[in-house]
């Protein structure tokens, strides 16, 4: 009895037009998934991979590699974190301007998802490098004498690039949620007595709840898998997880170790970001 | 002492007027309907009230204090509005408690609060469902209880029933106006349906084209309408032109009548209950072609046309002779002064 009728005229047909999406899926994504986790509990000898049963990758995993593992985490948190809020402020400008303003707004932000990833680093290089526009500026107005290095190559760098990069991802979600709060909800809560604060904290933002946890959560998991990033504004100063799995497969040789860190980050992520979106539930209620 | 004194209020878009300055006093106790067809600024003119629309020239008094320049939500007003705005996000209960936990009520008083206006509404079964689990009529009995929560020295109500089918309007009216007695408050409420104003308002204001055209009692207002719209849009009501001198008429038929208003070019408001087939043998005040006859229930609506082209309605009482449609009849007006409106010139 339960279901639509059109559900039930449908729904044994429908079914197959999965399957080529799944077949990709399968074969591309969690194949090679499962391959790499088979491989994680290999050993490597002498510059080949040899079947074995062994937790030795795990461990490596944890205890070579565990403060750029926890560094990771928290960069993510601080780059999604700051993601999400600005998101919120665009969104809520977004969704309250005048509709064609709104419009244009949006698209503005869609526009940028464009731009290429690396082209978008290395703009980020010719405004944080040493004779980029920041320090250039600096220097012909006197305030500094020698280019601050800091600037580029340090993890304000790489958080600031990631955030550059990832806002547009955390604005959609958001947006769409804002989309859903209706204007006679607000000025439901204005008549019973909310001020433009209390209004956000007690009617949006519980509104909005799930668009902005799928944000912060979007902006954490593009955040601790880059190693792209952290290796052309972090420098060498900056030691990411990202950035000790991927030679692994290349210049160190080493895949059982690589498939464990990979399998350890994947778990890492998982506790990290739930925890945080229940914190984020709780919060937002 | 009027509770809400509207002083030249007014409201333009552009260079086109929403509502024309317009005065209008409330008293309080009072249940006012603002009744008008769609488009003729009523709305507007409650939203200016509630704080949600800047009037663009005026003083709005609620209770001696000058609100003009407040927002919402520091009005002694509190609204209805048409779609409800429930918080989609909260429980019966959690809506109805939202002003006063906003105003930092005491826990316990906001407590017994809700649950005076649960049972005022009848809810206390759906105290803690989601507002998204009821039906029209249960969401707007929410909407109502959790205005009514902060006792607002006026209520406003925008179009309260009007997402809601015949049979739950009529039944919600009787509850309106059963809470209005109970509580005593004022209230303030918009609608374009001219039976629910009658029902539930004990004055209502007829607007027409950002103007209020007349506030007076129900009664008033179907009796002496102040101009041809009012007569036309509150009930069914013929304008037979007629030229008044010295407060009198000649009827077609030869009689003298008495009216009301000034001399010169006016119109006799005939309602269906004023016109009656003249009885055998007694002279006819007008005589008319009978084009339909339409059985009501209690009644028999005779449609009519005079040889001007008039159209006039008679209802019939069930059992009296009908004529057939195609006959020509005599028919008579009340003896008591006919009431006539200018007609436009």
Known sequence: MSGTVSQGILNDRIWPLILPAAAVFLALGVGPLLWMFVISFWRVDVFRIAPDLTLRNYIDAVSLHGRALASTMALGIAVAAICTVLSIAVATVIRFAKPRTGQILLFLVLVTLFGGYLTKIYAWKTILGNDGVINSGLLTAGIISTPIEQLLYSPAAVIAAMVGFLLPFAVLPVAGALRAVEMIEIEAARDLGTGPAKLFRLVILPRIRRGVIAAFLLCFCLAVGDYITPILVGGGRTALYGQMIAPQFGTLFNWPLGAAMGFTLVVAALFTGAVCAALLDRVLR | ?345
């Open chain 2, 1 to 345: 002492m009027a509770l809400l004194i509207l002083d030249k209020l007014q409201k333009t878009y552009g260079q086109t007027a929403a509502v024309h300055p317009t005065d209008l006093s409330v008293d309080a106790g009072d249940f006012l309907a603002v009744l008008g067809p769609s488009g003729c600024g009523k709305t507007t003119l409650l939203r200016m009230i509630g704080g949600f629309v800047a009037p663009t020239a005026v003083r709005i008094h609620v209770g001696g204090q000058d609100v003009t320049g407040l927002p919402p939500e520091r009005r002694p007003t509190n609204m209805v509005f048409q779609g409800y705005g429930l918080f989609p996000h909260m429980s019966v209960r959690q809506n109805i408690a939202y002003g006063p936990k906003v105003a930092g009520w005491p826990a316990a008083q906001i407590a017994s609060a809700v649950d005076d206006m649960l049972a005022l509404g009848q809810l206390e079964k759906f105290a803690d469902r989601p507002v998204t689990d009821l039906s029209g009529g249960q969401r707007q009995r929410v909407a109502l209880v959790r205005a009514l929560i902060l006792k607002p020295q006026v209520l406003l109500l925008d179009e309260p029933l009007g997402a809601l089918d015949a049979a739950l309007r009529a039944s919600l009216q009787d509850e309106l106006r059963q809470i209005h007695r109970q509580i005593g408050g004022t209230f303030v409420f918009v609608t374009h349906d001219q039976q629910e104003a009658m029902a539930m308002a004990n004055r209502v204001a007829v607007m027409n084209d950002g103007r209020i055209a007349q506030v007076d009692s129900p009664q008033t207002i179907y009796g002496q309408p102040a101009d041809p719209f009012v007569a036309t849009f509150i009930g069914e009501a013929a304008l037979l032109p007629v030229t008044v001198r010295q407060g009198r008429v000649r009827l077609p038929g030869g009689r003298e009548a008495v009216v009301s208003g000034a001399d010169g070019p006016r119109a006799v408001v005939l309602r269906p209950g004023d016109v009656a087939p003249a009885p055998a043998e007694s002279p006819a005040d007008l005589t008319v072609n009978v084009t339909d006859s339409v059985f009501q229930g209690g009644y028999n609506r005779l449609s009519l046309r005079t040889a001007d082209g008039l159209l006039l309605r008679a209802d019939v009482a069930v059992g009296v002779p009908l004529p057939a449609p195609g006959e020509s009849i005599g028919i008579v007006l009340p003896a008591r002064p006919l009431h006539t409106v200018k007609l436009p010139s």
